[in-house]
């Protein structure tokens, strides 16, 4: 995983880098339509509002993160967190990065680090509400799989930055220490993400779509371990790359929900893993 916040900042301050990323060598510039609004800030890792392809303005709305950024710790290998009352806050963000809001979960629709790493939270808001209040909408989850050669950016709504670059290629499986993912999004080497830009939202340039979430990266060229993912392909062949990152395919999600966002591990195509 990119490394939680603490241990991140930990990292700069050793190696002498300051602690507001912002001010070091700015990625390549995102694509126009590509803005923080609807992005949030978590206590520890990045997220945003998210919105299915059939989702209501009038249905609760829901944040997307990463599992390992859940505020119960880290999901072990198998397990799956459904329906689990939370009260956490996310600072709502404006296309120039300010924040404009507090807002509040009601509950833990999803969670897991398994297969993929993905949070859904519910809000207790709804999609009207917020538009109506701050004039923000919510990021659309594309429900086709993005291409290799993809531009895309990255937008961590918690360092208030993005990264450029392109979907460089799929891992078949990528292994870190107990957690295995499949399918998972290698970046080219432009988008260095760090620790706190976590579960960001990797935005489709041309559509304006999210189509995966960030999640990690091999940090020092370890092999398999935590920090350092390995990528293993289909049949067995393990590759590390040390220094590139990597983010989990969304498109899968919205199969999983049904009218009002609510979540149904039963519906026809729905290949999330279940508790």
């Not at 990323?21 to 992005?39: C, D, K, L, Q």
């Not at 709804?126 to 990021?139: E, M, N, V």
Request: hydrophobic fraction near 35%.
């Amino acid at each position: 995983m990119n490394k939680p916040l603490l241990a991140a900042l930990a990292t700069l301050a050793v190696t002498g880098v300051g602690v507001a990323p912002a001010a070091a060598s700015p990625a390549a510039p995102a694509a126009r339509a590509v803005s923080f609004a609807g992005t949030v800030a978590l206590s520890n890792c990045s997220g945003s509002v998210v919105r299915l392809p059939a989702s209501a303005d009038d249905d609760p709305a829901l944040v997307m993160s990463n599992g390992h950024c859940l505020e119960t710790g880290f999901p072990a290998a198998g397990e799956v967190v459904v329906d689990r009352p939370s009260s956490r806050t996310f600072g709502l963000l404006n296309a120039s990065g300010t924040r404009v809001a507090t807002l509040r979960a009601v509950k833990i629709a999803y969670g897991t680090m398994t297969d993929t790493d993905v949070s859904l939270y519910q809000l207790s808001s709804t999609y009207a509400q917020i538009r109506g209040s701050y004039g923000i909408s919510p990021l659309t989850l594309n429900d086709t799989r993005p291409a290799a050669g993809t531009a895309i950016t990255v937008v961590s709504g918690y360092w208030k930055r993005t990264y450029a670059c392109n979907v460089d290629g799929f891992a078949y499986r990528l292994k870190e220490g107990e957690w295995t993912w499949k399918d998972s999004v290698r970046y080219t080497s432009a988008c260095q993400t760090i620790g706190g830009t976590s579960g960001s939202p990797v935005v489709d340039n041309a559509t304006g779509k999210v189509v995966a979430v960030n999640n990690t990266g091999n940090e020092d060229g370890g092999r398999c371990t935590d920090n350092n993912p390995c990528e293993v392909a289909e049949d067995g062949t393990v590759t590390v790359r040390e220094g590139i990152n990597y983010a989990q395919q969304t498109y899968g999600i919205p199969a999983c929900f049904g009218p009002g966002n609510k979540l149904d591990l039963s519906r026809a195509g729905c290949a999330l893993p279940k508790p």
